[in-house]
Every structure is written in C-alpha cells, then in structure tokens.
C-alpha cells in the first residue's frame, strides 16, 4: 500500500483512539461535532481541489505514494483523511482545554 | 502575484471564516491562549509530518505558485499557515455550529 494512504489511516486510527481511550471529550457523540465535520469537509473540497487541481497543481503528489483515486475534483482521497486528523486533533484539544476551565 | 496565490487562498479562508466570530458568536478569537494552546502541538505535528513527506517525496510544490521561503525540512511558510489557518476555521465553524444549534433546540431562531 502507498506510504501517504497508510501514514493517514495510522493517523485516523490514532486520533480516533486517542479521543475513545484517552481525552474522552465525548466529541464523536455530538452533533455538533458531525455537522461542523461536513460543512469542512466541504470548504475542504473547495479549498483542497483549488490546489490539487491536475490542471495546474499548487501541490503535486507523487502517483506511486497514493491510491490513485483521486475524487471528488482531483483531490486525492487521503488528503480527507488528513484533514480529519488535523481539525478532530484540535477539536478535541479544545474541548478538554474548555472542560478543564470549566471544572 | 502569482507567488502569492497559496497564500491568497489560506487568506481567503480566515476572511471568509471572521464573521463567525461576532455573527455566530464563536469567540474563539477572544479565547487566544486556549486556541494557541489547542491549535500549536497539532501544527507542529503536522509539520513534522509534512517535512518526512517532503523529503520522502510523497509531494512537492509548485514553484510558481508559492513563495519559495521555505523553513527547516524543506517546509513552504505556505505549508505552516495552512497548519494554523486550516485548524482556526475548523474552531470557528464548531464553535458557531454550537451556537447555531444552541438557538434552534431553544427555538429562538431569530436570536
């Protein structure tokens, strides 16, 4: 497997963990959370084909470290996944450094 | 100006994103240290991860389209600010989706 594809599933995988076993923010169970997720996701498909646009790249990937699958636009797909990771780190950061003002 | 347009674009994203601030009272602006403090470990992650890709050619950018100041690893300034700029505009959204769901469970829609 491509080493971006899997360096961006590891990093899901340990954001995902890291808020189930450790930061226990109780983020994933909130709507708020999820809607904030897909209005991102779609400035994400807006911003990010702006630049991987194969037409005239800003940012150029090496074919042989991705999939290859490069949708929607011509984002490849694990610059979804990377995005997930940076803004659900962040989040959850935030909302432990809320909760721990709060207490 | 082409140079500039990475840069534009991440500009773009924090105009767009500023009203959430006072519209849709997300104050996360207002709550500078809890943003530095949630946002800068993450970039810096991030950017440790974006200098191994670097330099393991998972990608590279386009010398047109970017300034061409590049930090220690290889990194574009570019590469950075999307690190603090991208994060800031994912606080804003959640904090104004948090007030917007707020008004709607208490039926106050036109608050």
């Known amino acids: ?103 | 100006m082409d140079a500039w347009q990475y840069l534009l674009v991440l500009a773009c994203c924090v105009l767009i994103t500023l009203p959430l601030e006072f519209v849709l009272r997300a104050r996360v602006y207002r709550r500078w240290r809890t943003l530095l403090a949630a946002v800068l470990p993450v970039a810096a992650a991030f950017a440790l991860w974006d200098a191994v890709a670097i330099a393991r050619g998972h990608w590279w950018y386009s010398p047109r389209y970017t300034t061409g100041a590049l930090l220690p690893g290889a990194l574009p300034v570019e590469e950075v600010a999307f690190f603090l700029v991208v994060p800031l505009c994912g606080l804003l959204t959640y904090e104004a989706v948090g007030t917007a769901l707020g008004r709607l469970r208490r039926g106050d829609a036109d608050a």
């Not at chain 1, 084909?49 to 990937?61: E, H, M, Q, R």
């Open chain 1, 1 to 103: 497997m491509p080493e971006y594809t899997i360096a961006t599933g590891l990093a899901c995988l340990g954001v995902v963990l890291a808020e189930l076993l450790w930061a226990r923010t109780g983020l994933f169970r909130t709507a708020q959370y999820w809607a904030s997720l897909a209005i991102v996701f779609g400035f994400q498909v807006l911003v990010d084909g702006w630049l991987t646009k194969l037409a005239d790249p800003i940012v150029f990937y090496a074919p042989e470290r991705i999939l290859g699958v490069r949708f929607p636009l011509d984002i490849p797909v694990e610059d979804f996944g990377f995005g997930f990771v940076l803004v659900t780190a962040v989040l959850i950061r935030w909302e432990r450094a809320k909760k721990r003002q709060t207490s």
